[in-house]
């Protein structure tokens, strides 16, 4: 990895009922870290789809968030960029965790599948990389969202675990989706550089488990750099 390359972390707010998978996001800068790659979290300045209370589960009605502030609780203060500020040359590679708010406040596939739409300023951030021939890594439901953002431009090999309703999706969006059995395995693209592990698509997976997949999946990225 080139060391005066800084990886790129998409956010899409924080916990993981309608922003980023706290643990995922941890874990992912974690390994990072260990790793000895720096990076940068990055996020949208813009409204969460909805809030939803972690303790009941449900929605907060009239409540309202912003996934850059919400981030920036994973991040720290005043360490997280807002993406309109972001360009994909500074980065090395791109690594997004998961999390509702992937499907819901960075696109909308949490609600129309394989009919959502993506901001257009995460697809751009999303299809830079790609064209760049930069390498991404994509966690627990990322991999849905590099398949909207890859749809029409190639076919990629990835995985979401073993759920049969997120595989159909992506197939109909024109990528290749790979069963995998628990939360350590990993699915890698060579081709397009991609490198995708389920996580917390396997709901009972154990912490420790989601972290081995989130090492190998940042290891991985980082031999591509």
Known sequence: MAKSLKVAVLL????HLDGAEVREAVLTLLALDQHGAAFQCIAPNANQHHVINHVTGEPSPGAVRNILEEASRIARV????????AQVEDYGALV????YGVAKNL???????????????????????????????????AP???ALALSGRGSA?????????CAAAVTEL????????????????????LVTTPAYMFDDARLS????????????VLKRC
Do not use: W, Y
């Not at 997004?96 to 999390?99: A, D, Q, R, S």
């Not at 488990?209 to 991985?220: K, L, M």
């Open 96 to 99: 997004m965790p998961g999390g």
């Open 12 to 15: 899409a707010g924080c916990g």
């Open 107 to 141: 696109c909308s596939f949490a609600f129309k599948g394989a009919e959502a739409e993506v901001r257009p300023d995460v697809a751009a951030f999303i299809q830079g990389f790609f064209d760049a021939k930069k390498p991404v890594g994509a966690i627990c439901i």
């Open 174 to 193: 024109g990528q290749q989706h790979r069963d995998t059995p628990n939360a350590h395995e990993i699915v890698i693209d060579e081709a397009h550089k």
């Open 157 to 165: 090999l990835l995985t979401l675990g073993n759920d049969a309703d």
């Open 144 to 146: 849905a969202l590099v």
């Open 78 to 85: 005043g360490q997280c960029l807002d993406l309109a500020k």
């Open 209 to 220: 488990d989601v972290f081995v997949g989130i090492e190998r999946c940042v290891a991985e």
